[in-house]
Each structure stands twice: as structure tokens, then as C-alpha cells.
């Protein structure tokens, strides 16, 4: 065993001493259980941790394969009627939009008891992350292999699953990646409320008994079976491809299209989504005393003799929500971005870092949530922090892989006149990094809202996490619904405008793109 | 000025093995245009990236116009173009070469830039930013770069590939009257025998990886060439000494010509 071989351990084994001895040092705060407590606790309660993880791992298996069959099969779909792709993008974006806080307790509802919400989640957290890669891969694709396929008389089915499927593999398998561990996440959440079993049982108690031990050892174990889904998905992966799962980076949705035809796609889609709203409850013939219509939130909002009380309610939780959101997302944003740049300037600290962060790219982040809670307190530096967490790594991932992608061998041009490294990342590495920046910080919107609701509805009882929670246990499904619609909207409208920003930034830096 | 360009032992083996670069001894002289023709994946770029100071050479020294390479990359005395443009696609064709000049610490002349871009036949494009432009004019705005901060040493790596063939002959009839005006010492790579016939002094022809200088050909027709160049006898000559030492440098490590 030489040195070099030891380095990339030197990191993580720095943090693991760091935390054992800060652990010991505040031991008396009660917020910090030292890596020792946490495997002792492992170790003395090992039928129970495995009984949970036991049922929360088919959980998420269930949702992981649910929520990846519905995303390949509709992107099949938008691939062999590509009239229908951007009404099946925009659907799928507000289905993702939607907050898990409140879809947790409809679905429980839905359900009855059971594992139906668990496994629900758990799918619908994975289908976006997944399909979104996956319309990305079926088109990379070079004309000429379609235009081969049309030469031999085959149509698009041919060419389907022929030619797009193949190179639309290692995108998928990214989107796999990325998927196993939000599955895990998607599952717990679900146990939230009201399961009976599972490790999102277990947190709930941990948290109420302020059990340190207990919540770190559940933060502990998620993360290290998520950690060990994304490995095992890239391992069996490797087996398959010839090459590394690409990073997708999917430019926004919108075509060159000329403004009001785009209003006409927005109409369109909100007309879909209404209808499918409406339908689906009429279809299944819910009572509309839990089961809200479109309908019955105008009358909530607008006619009722309280309407104005509750819109109150609901814009002094969206006030209270966007101080905690827009500080944390900047945060992380403006971190990751940092990091990734500091990360290509001092390569030697790439190779002790990135393992780490690799690693924790697949943390499912909100299993989280109690822990910085217990480090930071339930104010606004917890709220803050978790948030700017959620976004950051993604950030960190895509702004490295950005930084890369300066244009053939233009760092070399920059050398070949002596530019210094600062010169590079300036003229060059920056500039190409833009448009990984801005996509990241278009998927990260919906997720940084899923980081606040979530941390509302945990630990700071305000804002609208904390509204959709409190309506759900006092059975105000007006107040409910329409809470889960301004989160919806909010996630939505947030993704829009930075697809927005990053159409005009895309235009300048990576027109390509946009073709 | 004009600088000489002294390789001795230079060599560059891969980590991994692959050897690219036997060990070999060149000297480029000073305001001559020397091309380095071989077949594909020789090494030959190899060559011209270790003496352009962007790869280090397993052994061996380079010193230009007495200097090493990092001084003369310090001193902004040299400038490559390669086969791919490497434009920054976010700055048009003028602010490209404008951040050379500023790269080299060198004053933006707007005039001397017109001047550049209508060399190469990029009139009405200055302000056009890359994506716009076909392969062939992106190249040619590459070209311009390279030749504006007027290097001592010019390295072109197959600069011309994506270029037409009526442009190719129109840059090949422009460009070497720059580089020879100011004496720039220009180490062209190519794999086309009439391109290094035409535009150079002197022909080294490379033998298959690891590269090995297997033949080294004066090319004596007088500049500034004429117009009919393709057709005086002695042309034909040039190439067909290229050729014939090409092939002999396959022939002779005809296993390894496969790939």
C-alpha cells in the first residue's frame, strides 16, 4: 500500500476523525453523535434498523421500477409522436412540482393504510430524473443513423428501438443513478405519514424523542444504502457500456417558437392539467369533501365568506417560505459553483474531495433534514443551510462537468500564449461553464422547494410546508389543496423563469444547444 | 526576428507505454518553413505540441532562438492554430483575436485586425461569432488568430483540414507572404504532400509511430512561388520524392502499418 494509493481515503478518514472528536468535544449540546455511538447503536439494535430498511428498500424498489417503466414508456412515447412530447414534458413537470409534504397525506388517504403512498412517492420522485435524460439520450443520435434506417424503408419504430434505444442507454443509466437514491427518499417521505413500518417511521420517532443516536443512525444508514444503490447501478452499468454515463445537462423544454405560440403551449398544458385533475377525481369518484376539484378551490378562494382569510393564510405562508427559499438556493448555487471552480484550479484537492462529493451526490439529502435541524437549530440558518445543501451538490457535479467542457483546444490556445490559470477560468472555463450552471439551477428549483416545505414541516412549523402539513391534520382540504397548488405554481413558475434566463445565456454561450 | 528551433535527443513516450516520438535530433532554421508530413497518428502533432511547450518531452531538450519553450511561451513568441479552430464560440471573430493580443500582452491595432481578417477572406464576418460561420471560414478566423500576435514561431496543425479546396489554394497563395515578411520560422503539419510541397521549404517525412525522421527533402523552388506552381516539373518532382519516401517509411514497418 503506498501513498498515493492511500489518497483518496486521506479525505474521508480527516472527516470521520474530525467528527469522532467533535462529537466528544459537545457531547453535553446533545446534537452530534460520534461515528462510534452511531455503529454502536447500529450494532445493539441491529434486528430493528434491519427490519426497517428491509421494508423501506421494497418500497422504494417498487416506486424505483414503477416510476422508471412510466418514465421509458413515456419517453417512447414523445419520441414516436413528437407532437405529443411537450404536453407529456409539461405534465410531467408539474407532476414532479408537486410537494411531497401534501401529496404524502392525499395519497395516505387515497390509500387507506398500507404501502400504496410509500411505493407512489417513490415513483413519482424518480420518473423526472429519469425521463429527462432519457428524451435527451433518444436524440443524440446523429441524423445519418436515422436517415440509414430510413434508406433501408424502416420506419420510426425501427429506428426506435434500433437505433435511439442503444444510444439512449448510457443516459438512461444516469438516470438510473440518479434515481436509486431519490427512490429511497421518496419512499421514507412516504412513511412520514402515517406508515407503520419503515426507516421514515423510525426517523419520525427518533426525532420526537430527540434520540441523537437513533436520528444519526438512520441519516447514516440511508445515505450509505443510497450511496451503495448509485455505486451498484454505475458498476453493473460499466459491465454494459463502453463508455462513462454521461451528465446530462437536457436544455430547457421550449423550442424556437415565437412568444404567443408559446402562451398557447402554456394555456394548452394548464388546460391539460385541469382537465386531468377534474377527471381523474370524477373517474374515481372521490368525495369531494377530501378530494378537491378546481372547482371547489375558486370557491374556496374567491367566493366563500372566509376566501379572504384564506388567501391571507396562504400569501403570508408563501412570504414566509420565499425568505428561507431564495437566500438557501443562491447559497447553494453560488457554493457549488465556487467549489467546482476552486476544485479545476487545485486539481490535488479534486482528488480528495471528489470521491467525497460523488458520494455525497446520492445522499438522499432530506433523510437529512432532522440532523441539520439538530446542528443548526430550527431557525433560519438550519432552514437556510439544508436548502443550500439540496442544491449544492448538484451544482458542484454540473459545474464541474461545465468546466470541462471548454470548446477543442481552446485552454490550449490560452497556454500556447502563456495565459495563467486564472486568465483560462476566466476567458475560458467560466464561460463554458454557464450553461451547466443555469441547468442546474433549473432542476434545482423544484428540488430546493421539496428542501424548504420538507424543513417547514419538520422543524420550523411556519411557511407553507408547515400550512400543507397543519391543513392535513385539521382536515381543512380547501386550505390543503389549495396550498399544494401556490407550491406547485411556485416550483413551476421558478423553473420557467431560470429556463427563461438560461435560453438567453444558451444563445450567446452554447447556441448548439438550442438547434 | 527569426529564431532557430535546435531539438536533440527529443523523444516522447505515453504513460502506458505507447511510444510516439523516438528519440531524434532536428533543426529548424531560422525563417524557413519546414512541414512535417507522415501518416496518421505518427506522432507528428506530437512533435509539434512538445516544441509548442504544451506537452513534455519524455527526453531530450528544445531550446528556440536559444530559449527554452516556456520562455518563448512567456514571452507570447509563439502561436499554434490546430485542426480544430478552438474558437471561443461566445466571442465573435474580432474578439477572439482581440483576447490573443490581450493573452500577449500585445497592443489591439483595429486596423492591423482588418487588415488580418481580410487576409483570409473574412470580410463582413468580424462581428459574426463562430456558430455562424462554415468550418472552413472558422479555420481561416483561427489562422488569423495565430498570425496576430506575429509570433517568431508559427505551429499550424493540419490548419487547412476542413478547409475547401478553392480556399485551401487561396490561403496557401496568401498566407507564407506573411509569415516570410516578418521571418516567422513556421512548422507546418500535414498529411497532404502537395499542401507541404507548396507551402514549405523543407519536407521531413515521419515514419509510422513511433515517429522517426525517415526522409529530409529541400524544396528549392524559388519564392515567392508562382501562380502555375502545380504545374513546373519541379512540383512534381517534390512530390513524388515525398511520396516515394512516405511509402518506403510504411513499407519499412509494415506490420505496424495496419492501423
Not at chain 1, 420518473?127 to 446523429?142: H, K, W
Not at chain 1, 420517532?205 to 436520528?215: F, G, V, Y
Not at chain 2, 505515453?14 to 506522432?43: I, K
Request: aromatic share 6%.
Amino acid at each position: 500500500m503506498t501513498a498515493t494509493a492511500l489518497r483518496p481515503w486521506l479525505g474521508p478518514i480527516l472527516i470521520l476523525l474530525a467528527w469522532e472528536s467533535l462529537a466528544h468535544l459537545f457531547a453535553s449540546a446533545f446534537v452530534l453523535a460520534a461515528p462510534s455511538a452511531i455503529i454502536n447503536y447500529l450494532f445493539d439494535n441491529t434486528a430493528l434498523m434491519t427490519r426497517a430498511l428491509g421494508v423501506t428498500l421494497t418500497n422504494a424498489a417498487a416506486g424505483f421500477v414503477i416510476g422508471n417503466a412510466a418514465a421509458i414508456l413515456l419517453a417512447g412515447l414523445a419520441i414516436t409522436l413528437p407532437r405529443s412530447e411537450n404536453m407529456i414534458r409539461a405534465l410531467a413537470l408539474v407532476i414532479f412540482c408537486l410537494p411531497l409534504v401534501a401529496t404524502g397525506p392525499i395519497l395516505r388517504i387515497l390509500f387507506g393504510p398500507g404501502t400504496g403512498p410509500q411505493i407512489t412517492l417513490a415513483a413519482l420522485a424518480v420518473y423526472y430524473t429519469t425521463l429527462i435524460p432519457l428524451l435527451v439520450g433518444l436524440r443524440a443520435v446523429p441524423s445519418d443513423w436515422l436517415d440509414l434506417v430510413r434508406s433501408y424503408g424502416r420506419g420510426r419504430m425501427t429506428a426506435l428501438i434500433r437505433v435511439r434505444a442503444m444510444a439512449a442507454l448510457p443516459y438512461l443509466v444516469a438516470g438510473l443513478q440518479i434515481a436509486a437514491p431519490a427512490a429511497f427518499l421518496g419512499a421514507m417521505v412516504g412513511e412520514f405519514t402515517g406508515a407503520e413500518r419503515g426507516m421514515g417511521v423510525l426517523t419520525i420517532r427518533a426525532m420526537r424523542d430527540m434520540n441523537i443516536e437513533m436520528t444519526w443512525a438512520l441519516a447514516t444508514l440511508a445515505t450509505v444504502v443510497a450511496v451503495l444503490a448509485y455505486l451498484a447501478i454505475g458498476l453493473a452499468a460499466r459491465a454494459v457500456l463502453t463508455e462513462e454515463p454521461p451528465v446530462i445537462l437536457a436544455a430547457p423544454a421550449t423550442g424556437k417558437r415565437a412568444p404567443h405560440k408559446n402562451l398557447a403551449m402554456v394555456a394548452l398544458s394548464t388546460a391539460a392539467i385541469l382537465a386531468l385533475w377534474w377527471g381523474g377525481l370524477e373517474a374515481l369518484n372521490l368525495s369531494s369533501f377530501f378530494a378537491k376539484r378546481p372547482g371547489d378551490l375558486i370557491d374556496a378562494l374567491f367566493l366563500a365568506p372566509d376566501a379572504a382569510d384564506t388567501r391571507a393564510a396562504l400569501s403570508s405562508a408563501l412570504r414566509e417560505t420565499l425568505v428561507f427559499l431564495f437566500p438557501g438556493y443562491l447559497a447553494g448555487l453560488l457554493t457549488g459553483a465556487s467549489l467546482a471552480m476552486a476544485l479545476v484550479m487545485a486539481p490535488s484537492l479534486a482528488n480528495t474531495t471528489m470521491p467525497l462529493a460523488i458520494a455525497l451526490r446520492s445522499v438522499p439529502i432530506i433523510t437529512t433534514a432532522p440532523l441539520v435541524v439538530l446542528l443548526l437549530g430550527r431557525g433560519a440558518t438550519g432552514t437556510i443551510a439544508l436548502i443550500a445543501i439540496m442544491v449544492f451538490f448538484p451544482t458542484l457535479i454540473a459545474c464541474l462537468h461545465g468546466l470541462r467542457q471548454a470548446p477543442g483546444r481552446a485552454t490550449e490556445v490560452m497556454r500556447s500564449y502563456a495565459a495563467s490559470p486564472a486568465a483560462v477560468l476566466r476567458y475560458v472555463r467560466i464561460p463554458a461553464m454557464l450553461p451547466a450552471f443555469f441547468a442546474a439551477a433549473r432542476i434545482n428549483v423544484p428540488a430546493s422547494v421539496l428542501a424548504v416545505t420538507v424543513v417547514e414541516w419538520l422543524a420550523t412549523g411556519n411557511g407553507l410546508g408547515s400550512l400543507m402539513a397543519l391543513s392535513a391534520s385539521l382536515s381543512d382540504y380547501d386550505m390543503l389543496w389549495s396550498a399544494v397548488v401556490l407550491t406547485t405554481l411556485l416550483s413551476v413558475i421558478g423553473y420557467g423563469l431560470v429556463g427563461l434566463i438560461e435560453r438567453r445565456v444558451l444563445s450567446t454561450y452554447a447556441p448548439e444547444q438550442l438547434a | 526576428m527569426s529564431v532557430e528551433i535546435i531539438c536533440s535527443g527529443l523523444s516522447k513516450t505515453f504513460p502506458g507505454g505507447v511510444e510516439a516520438v523516438r528519440p531524434l535530433d532536428l533543426t529548424l532554421t531560422a525563417g524557413q518553413t519546414t512541414a512535417l508530413v507522415g501518416p496518421s497518428g505518427c506522432g507528428k502533432s506530437t512533435l509539434l505540441r512538445m516544441i509548442a511547450g504544451l506537452e513534455d518531452a519524455s527526453s531530450g531538450t528544445i531550446t528556440i532562438g536559444g530559449a527554452a519553450p516556456s520562455e518563448t511561451l512567456a514571452r507570447a513568441g509563439l502561436a499554434v492554430a490546430f485542426q480544430d479552430p478552438s474558437l471561443l464560440p461566445w466571442r465573435t471573430v474580432r474578439q477572439n483575436i482581440e483576447l490573443a493580443l490581450d493573452l500577449a500582452r500585445k497592443p489591439r491595432k483595429p486596423a492591423e485586425i482588418d487588415q488580418l481578417i481580410h487576409l483570409v477572406g473574412l470580410d463582413g464576418f468580424a462581428d459574426t461569432r463562430p456558430g455562424a460561420l462554415s468550418g472552413g471560414m472558422r479555420q481561416r478566423a483561427a489562422i488569423a488568430r495565430a498570425l496576430s500576435t506575429q509570433p517568431d514561431l508559427l505551429l499550424l496543425d493540419e490548419p487547412f483540414g476542413a478547409v475547401d479546396e478553392l480556399t485551401r489554394a487561396q490561403l496557401a497563395a496568401d498566407l507564407p507572404g506573411i509569415w516570410e515578411a516578418r521571418g516567422t520560422t513556421t512548422l507546418l503539419v500535414t498529411h497532404s504532400v502537395t499542401e507541404a510541397v507548396t507551402l514549405s521549404d523543407r519536407i521531413l517525412v515521419l515514419s509510422p509511430r513511433p515517429a522517426a525522421i525517415v526522409a529530409d527533402i529541400t524544396v528549392d523552388i524559388p519564392r515567392p512561388r508562382p501562380s502555375n506552381l502545380k504545374a513546373l516539373p519541379e512540383f512534381q518532382t517534390h512530390v513524388d520524392a515525398t511520396f516515394a519516401a512516405l511509402s518506403q517509411g510504411v513499407a519499412d514497418t509494415l506490420p505496424n502499418a495496419a492501423q
